[in-house]
C-alpha cells in the first residue's frame, strides 16, 4: 500500500522536535516526500528534524512558507508508530514534540549509508606499557572481539585519541573501514529450545494460539521465581520470529541483560540487538536504522526501546512487569507497561506481561477477562519455592547499632559451615540514612533539598539521594562546631557490611548497590562472580531483588521487613509484598531447598502475614477490595501535580489558583486535593508542591485535565508537570 504522496512544493505539514506544541506548514522537497518521511526543515536560522504529519494547514501566509531541506534515507514514520505517538502524548499530557524526540534517539538518522573507522585489539604487544595504553587495552578486551569509534574508544578508557592512534602504529590496535550500520545476524527459530516441562509447554501453547488467532491481546504470565517464565516467552518469540515477525522484550534492569543475551543467543544462535543507556550513540543509531528496516528481529532493552520504528512489530514481552522502573519518573512521564499495551493494540501485537508478582493493575485486568492469564506454579525441575518464617524482633536481644538477630546469626552461621551462600538483604544505599550531632542535635541536611544527607564511607563522602549532591564528612557539627561529635544512625548496606565482617569474620563478604560499581559492566561481572561462588555472604539492596539467579544461595535473611510499610504510599502493602516474595525468591535456585527469614517488629501485620502465608491469590483479593473500597488505581483514576519554583509563595499561590479555579475538573466529577508540600519539600533548591486529583474509573480525565492546566500561564521560575497514574508521590 503506498503512503500518500506529497509531489514537490505541495504544502506539508511537519511535526518537528522543536518544543512548539503543533506542526508546521512547509513545501515538499525536491522530489516530493510521502506522508511519514522524516525530513530536515529550516526553522528560524536552524536546521531541524521532522516527520511529515500531513497536508499543510494553509494558515500560515503562503507566500513565507518555506521548503523542505531534504527527505532523509530512512524508512518513512508507520501510520502505526504516529498514531501511537499521538496517542500517548494525549494519555500523558506530552507535547508531541517531546514524545517525537523519544521515537528519534538516536545521532545522525538521515545520513547516507557511508563507512568509517573501527577499532579492534590488536595482535602486537605495545613497546612500552603505559597506564592509558593499559586502560584502552582492558576495554577492547573486555568487549570481546567488538569494535568501538575513536571517540566511544578514548572515552570509554579515559584517554585521549592520540593514545588510540599511538597504539595503532605499533600494531596493538587494529583500525578498520567498516559500513556504518549493518544488519543484525540471524536468530534462528527452528534451533532447538530446551524440552519444556507439562506446565510450561501448556503455557507455550497458549501463546503460540495468540499468533495464530491473530490481532491485539495481553496474557499476563505468572509464574514463581524459578517457574521458568523466561524459557516459556522465548518459545513465543521464536514462533514469532518464525513468522518473520519482530519481537520486543524489555527489561527493568541493565544489569539484568547480560544473562539475558547469553540465553537469547544459546536458544537462537546469535545475540538480538540492545537498546538502552548502556549502548553506544553509534550503535544506537545501527539499531534504529535497522529496526526501521526490519533487519533486527529482535530487541532487548529498556523502556524506550517501545519507541523505536518497528517494521513488523508482533510481540512484545514485558518481564518483571510490577518493577516500578517502567515508570519514566522524568521528562516525558510515561509507564513503559501500559504503552507497550497501547502500541500492542495500535499496531495488533501481542503483549506478554511476566512476573511472579504481578501489579494490582494487571492482577485486576486479568480478573475482568481482559487480559489472558497463565499460570506456572512450580519451580522447575527439583528445587522448591523457600519455606518462609518471621524472626520476631520484640524477642530478640539485640545491642543498639546491631541489626542482625541472634536467630538470624545462627542461620547464616549454619548455611556458611554447609558451603553455601548467605543473603542479607536491607533496602538502603550507603553507610547510614542519618548523621546527627551527638552535642547539638543537629542532623546534616542537603543544602540544596529538604532531604538529610546519606554517608557512603564507600565514596568517603555525604550523598543527597534526591539531587545527588556530596559533601567531606565534616569534622565539626556544622550548627555548633563542637568537634568529633557526629554520629551515624540507623543502617544501610555499607554498615551492615561492616556487622557481617565482626560476625562472621571468616566469610567472604560481597556488598551489592548500585552506586558502588562505576559502570553497569563492573556490576554485571561482579555479579556472574557472586553467582558462581566468589562470595559467602551478599549484603544488598533492591538491586538484588531483582530476577538474578544465585545458584548455590540457600538462605535469605531480610533485614527490616517493616521497612516498607512506613509510609502513606497507596501501593506500600503491595511495594512490600512484591519485594519480599521477590527477595525470597533468590534462595534456594538449585537443588538445595531454601529459606527466608524476615525480621520484623510486627510479624502480625496483614502484609508480613500474606507474605509468610504464601496466599497470594488472598492478598490480592484483599488488597483490590480496599482499593475498590477507597476508589483508587486500578479502581479509580489519579494524577498528581507537581509545582515547583524557587519562589515559595510563586509556588503556593499557583498551587491555591489551581484548587479555586476547578470547573473543568468539577464538569467531569474529578476532585482535586491540596496544594500540600510535596513529602520533599526542597529539591535542587525549588520548593514543590503538591495537588492530586482524583475520578471515577470511567472519566476521560486527560483532555479535563489539559483544560484545567491550560487556565494558568507559567510566569518566571514556575513549572509545572502532570503524573498521570502517578507511582510515586514524594
Ligand atoms: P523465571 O523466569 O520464571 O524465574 P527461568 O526461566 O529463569 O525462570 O528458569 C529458572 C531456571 O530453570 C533457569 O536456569 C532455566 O534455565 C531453568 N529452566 C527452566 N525451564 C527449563 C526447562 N524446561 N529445561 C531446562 N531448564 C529449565
Ligand atoms: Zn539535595
Redesign the pocket.
Known amino acids: 500500500m503506498a503512503a500518500e504522496f506529497y509531489p514537490e512544493g505541495a504544502l506539508i505539514a511537519v511535526l518537528t522536535t522543536q518544543p512548539l506544541d503543533r506542526t508546521l506548514d512547509y513545501r515538499a522537497p525536491e522530489g516530493g516526500c510521502s506522508l511519514g518521511a522524516y525530513v530536515e526543515v529550516p526553522l528560524g536560522p536552524r536546521k531541524v528534524l521532522g516527520v511529515v504529519w500531513g497536508p499543510g494547514s494553509g494558515d500560515f501566509d503562503i507566500s513565507k512558507v518555506r521548503p523542505a531541506f531534504r527527505v532523509l534515507e530512512a524508512a518513512p514514520m508507520r501510520d502505526e508508530l504516529r498514531t501511537f505517538l499521538e496517542k500517548a502524548a494525549d494519555y500523558t499530557l506530552t507535547p508531541r514534540p517531546a514524545m517525537l524526540r523519544l521515537c528519534t534517539r538516536a545521532p545522525g538518522l538521515g545520513d547516507p549509508p557511508s563507512m568509517r573507522k573501527i577499532y579492534r585489539l590488536g595482535e602486537a604487544e605495545p613497546e612500552r606499557m603505559t597506564d592509558a595504553r593499559a586502560r584502552v587495552l582492558e576495554v577492547l578486551r573486555d568487549i570481546g572481539g567488538l569494535s568501538l569509534t575513536l571517540g566511544e574508544l578514548a572515552e570509554a578508557a579515559g584517554v585521549t585519541p592520540s593514545v588510540v592512534k599511538g597504539l595503532v602504529k605499533q600494531g596493538a590496535v587494529r583500525e578498520e573501514e567498516s559500513p556504518r550500520d549493518t544488519a543484525f545476524p540471524h536468530l534462528d527459530p527452528g534451533l532447538a529450545g ?4 507439562h506446565d ?1 509447554a501448556a503455557g507455550a501453547d497458549r501463546l503460540r494460539a495468540g499468533l495464530r488467532a491473530g490481532g491485539y491481546g495481553t496474557t499476563l504470565l505468572r ?1 514463581v ?7 516459556v516467552y522465548l518459545e513465543a518469540v521464536a514462533e514469532y520470529l518464525a513468522q518473520g515477525r519482530q519481537a520486543l522484550v524489555l527489561l527493568p534492569e541493565i544489569a539484568l541483560t547480560a544473562e539475558f543475551l547469553t540465553r537469547v543467543e544459546a536458544r537462537f544462535g546469535a545475540r538480538p540487538a540492545e537498546w538502552h543507556s548502556g549502548v553506544t550513540m553509534t550503535e544506537r543509531r545501527r539499531v534504529w536504522r535497522m529496526v526501521g528496516e526490519g533487519r533486527a528481529q529482535l530487541v532487548v532493552g529498556a523502556r524506550s526501546a517501545l519507541f523505536l520504528p518497528y517494521q513488523r512489530l508482533g510481540l512484545i514481552v514485558v518481564d518483571e512487569e510490577h518493577d516500578t522502573s517502567y515508570k519514566q519518573e522524568d521528562g516525558v512521564l510515561y509507564n513503559a507497561r501500559d504503552m507497550a499495551v497501547l502500541r500492542a493494540s495500535i499496531c495488533g501485537a501481542r503483549v506478554v506481561l511476566a512476573s ?1 508478582t504481578p501489579s494490582l493493575e494487571s492482577w485486576a485486568n486479568a480478573e475482568a477477562g481482559k487480559y489472558d492469564r497463565i499460570d ?1 506454579t512450580s519451580r ?2 527439583a528445587s522448591v519455592m523457600p519455606t518462609m518464617r518471621a524472626i520476631d524482633m520484640r524477642a530478640e536481644d539485640l545491642p543498639a547499632s546491631r541489626w542482625v538477630s541472634p536467630t538470624l546469626r545462627r542461620e547464616v552461621m549454619a548455611r556458611l559451615e554447609r558451603g553455601e551462600q548467605a543473603m542479607l538483604f536491607l533496602n538502603r544505599r550507603g553507610y547510614a540514612p542519618v548523621t546527627i550531632c551527638r552535642a547539638c542535635g543537629h542532623q546534616i541536611g542537603c543544602d540544596h533539598c529538604d532531604a538529610r544527607m546519606v554517608e557512603h564511607r564507600f565514596l568517603k563522602r555525604l550523598v543527597c539521594h534526591q539531587c545527588s549532591e556530596t559533601k567531606p564528612l565534616p569534622e565539626a557539627c556544622p550548627a555548633c562546631e563542637v568537634e568529633g561529635k557526629l554520629a551515624a544512625v540507623g543502617p544501610g548496606v555499607e554498615r551492615l557490611g561492616e556487622e557481617a565482617a565482626e560476625l562472621f569474620p571468616d566469610a567472604r563478604i560481597a556488598v551489592l548497590s548500585s552506586d558502588m560499581y562505576t559502570s553497569a559492566r563492573a556490576l554485571k561481572s561482579e555479579i556472574e562472580s557472586i553467582a558462581q561462588g566468589a562470595a559467602d555472604i551478599i549484603i544488598g539492596t533492591q538491586l538484588v531483588a531483582k ?1 538474578h ?1 544465585f545458584p548455590l544461595l540457600t538462605l535469605v535473611g531480610v533485614i527490616d521487613a517493616d521497612l516498607g510499610l512506613q509510609g502513606s504510599d497507596l501501593r506500600a502493602a503491595e511495594r512490600t509484598f512484591q519485594l519480599m516474595r521477590q527477595v525470597a525468591g533468590r534462595a534456594g ?1 538449585a537443588e538445595t531447598s531454601g529459606e527466608a527469614l524476615l525480621q520484623s517488629y510486627q510479624p502480625e501485620h496483614p502484609v508480613i502475614r500474606a507474605i509468610l502465608g504464601g496466599e497470594e491469590e488472598a492478598f490480592w483479593r484483599a488488597e483490590a477490595a480496599e482499593r475498590r473500597q477507597a476508589g483508587v488505581p486500578p479502581y479509580g483514576r489519579m494524577a498528581g501535580v507537581i509545582l515547583s519554583s524557587t519562589d515559595v509563595q510563586e509556588v503556593f499561590d499557583l498551587g491555591n489558583a489551581m484548587a479555586r479555579q476547578d470547573a473543568p475538573l468539577r464538569r467531569v466529577g474529578a476532585q482535586v486535593f491540596g496544594p500540600a508540600p510535596a513529602p520533599i519539600a526542597r529539591v535542587r533548591g525549588r520548593h514543590r508542591v503538591r495537588l492530586l486529583v482524583k475520578a471515577d474509573k470511567g472519566v476521560a480525565l486527560q483532555p479535563a485535565l489539559a483544560e484545567w492546566a491550560g487556565q494558568f500561564r507559567l510566569r518566571g521560575q514556575l513549572r509545572m508537570a502532570i503524573d498521570i497514574d502517578p507511582q510515586s508521590f514524594y
Open positions: 530446551k524440552a519444556l516441562a510450561q509464574g521465581t524459578g517457574s521458568g517464565k523466561t524459557e511472579a506456572l522447575f525441575g530476577g539467579n535456585r
